[in-house]
């Protein structure tokens, strides 16, 4: 089975958040960031700043995650965030350093 990630993104005002899952974070990042999707949440709201991500073995843990974090509240959200990026720097130039 294929490994999987859930991340966060948020625009350049720290006004939005969108959880999503993929099997490929740095393609699935660059996405957003070209508006890839015309009318979708991202790009409505200019959501694409990488403020946090997770990585698992397997694509249906992300999954669970992914469902996990989209029930909790943006306080939670924002917690998450915190805990591991308290300066919500954009992450993306470490993630194509890793998995690119």
């Known amino acids: 089975?294929?490994?999987?990630?859930?991340?966060?993104?948020?625009?350049?005002?720290?006004t939005?958040?969108?959880?999503?899952?993929?099997?490929?974070?740095?393609?699935?990042?660059?996405?957003?960031q070209v508006k890839r999707y015309q009318g979708s949440f991202s790009t409505r709201y200019n959501a694409n700043k990488l403020v946090y991500y997770e990585a698992f073995q397997m694509i249906g843990d992300a999954i669970s995650r992914e469902k996990q974090i989209k029930a909790g509240s943006r306080?939670?959200?924002?917690?998450?965030?915190?805990?591991?990026?308290?300066e919500w720097n954009d992450l993306y130039e470490e993630i194509v350093g890793l998995f690119g």
Request: charged letters at 20%; glycine letters at 4%.
């Open 1 to 14: 089975m294929k490994p999987g990630f859930i991340y966060i993104i948020t625009n350049k005002n720290h």
């Open 16 to 32: 939005v958040l969108y959880t999503g899952v993929t099997s490929n974070l740095p393609k699935r990042i660059k996405e957003h």
């Open 75 to 86: 306080a939670k959200k924002i917690a998450i965030i915190n805990s591991v990026n308290a």
